[in-house]
């Protein structure tokens, strides 16, 4: 399956897209089906329906496949210090879900937006394993790539001493109840 991107860093990203990625998009394509054999789609208004229940259709984060959840915590004194973080984070973050897949032969999925916190000076971001919490700390490659990826936020140019970077790998259960926990406002962007 070819997806066509205007941006970089392929304009095929065919070749950027991760079996997981993948394997999410060909599930929503079968809920698609599913729904369309379950509506009866005779008159324009039945059609008129069904397309607006697709389009309702969403990938929930995580889906009932993932047990176990990394959370990185990106924060600084400033919003503009915290925006070039997370953009150091995110163009580091392709290279590190396909060391996960490819070297590790995990299935991930990814968070689709950051989680702003704190006035903006706090930023979450999640990836959904489908390996249970102990198994993902226990695997070496996983912890060999995931000190590879940490490091790299030692080499931002940029950094400041406020500029924090923190994780923490936790079973779904708890990220949850976590979420459920009254917090300070979420922003997602």
Same mark, same amino acid.
């Given at each position: 399956m070819r997806i066509i991107s205007p941006s970089a860093p392929f304009n095929n990203t065919g070749r950027s897209t991760s079996n997981s990625? @993948?394997? =999410?998009?060909?599930?929503? %394509?079968? @809920?698609?089906?599913?729904?369309?054999?379950?509506?009866?789609?005779?008159?324009?208004?039945?059609?008129?329906? !069904?397309?607006?229940?697709?389009?309702?259709?969403?990938?929930? %984060?995580?889906?009932?496949?993932?047990?176990?959840?990394?959370?990185?915590? =990106?924060?600084?004194?400033?919003?503009?210090?915290?925006? !070039?973080?997370?953009?150091?984070?995110?163009?580091?973050? !392709?290279? %590190? =879900?396909?060391d996960c897949e490819e070297e590790c032969h995990l299935s991930i999925q990814t968070q689709s937006s950051i989680e702003y916190r704190s006035k903006n000076t706090e930023a979450f971001y999640s990836i959904g394993f489908q390996v249970d919490p102990q198994s993902l700390n226990q695997h070496r490659y996983f912890s060999y790539w995931l000190k590879q990826f940490l490091d790299q936020f030692n080499l931002f140019p940029q950094r400041t001493e406020s500029m924090k970077v923190s994780h923490k790998i936790i079973c779904i259960h708890d990220w949850k109840l976590e979420r459920m926990q009254p917090k300070p406002q979420r922003i997602r962007k």
């Open positions: 990625t @993948r394997d =999410l998009i060909s599930e929503g %394509f079968e @809920r698609v089906l599913e729904l369309i054999d379950t509506i009866n789609t005779i008159t324009l208004d039945d059609k008129s329906n !069904a397309l607006r229940q697709i389009l309702e259709l969403t990938n929930h %984060f995580p889906n009932e496949k993932m047990k176990s959840i990394l959370q990185l915590t =990106l924060s600084s004194d400033s919003t503009d210090e915290l925006h !070039a973080w997370t953009g150091w984070m995110q163009s580091r973050l !392709a290279h %590190f =879900l396909n």
